[in-house]
């Protein structure tokens, strides 16, 4: 079992920066692709960004490609989205996610763990 604890979510303005980590439970993080997931209000749950187990792959769903960077430390079992320029229509609950599998499967499949979300609100 794998368990996924966010951290960083919080209210911002247009244009702001903000960072989430997940911190995963267990010696098997470095198996793992990690991926953050958003849902906003309303809406189903979508990809934002994966990235492959040593960290050489990403990819990132259109609408954050340039502004969001996903990043690991696999000493540290952590994963992190930096995010930058947030724009209101980036509100939404943040889920970390982890696959024993592919970055590429796990962003066309989903993950098979997932934290409990922390709410990202970009308002003025």
């Known amino acids: 079992q794998v368990r996924l604890v966010e951290s960083g979510g919080g209210l911002v303005q247009p244009g702001g920066s903000l960072r989430l980590s997940c911190v995963a439970s267990?010696?098997?993080?470095?198996?793992?692709?990690m991926g953050w997931f958003r849902q906003a209000p309303g809406k189903e749950r979508e990809f934002v960004a994966v990235i492959s187990r040593n960290g050489d792959s990403t990819y990132y769903t259109d609408s954050v490609q340039g502004r969001f960077t996903i990043s690991r430390n696999n000493a540290k079992n952590t994963v992190y989205l930096q995010m930058n320029s947030l724009k209101p229509e980036d509100t939404a609950v943040y889920y970390c996610?982890?696959?024993?599998?592919?970055?590429?499967?796990?962003?066309?499949?989903?993950?098979?763990?997932w934290g409990q979300g922390t709410q990202v609100t970009v308002s003025s």
């Open positions: 996610s982890a696959k024993f599998s592919t970055a590429q499967v796990m962003r066309d499949m989903g993950g098979d763990y």
């Open positions: 267990g010696r098997t993080f470095s198996s793992q692709a």
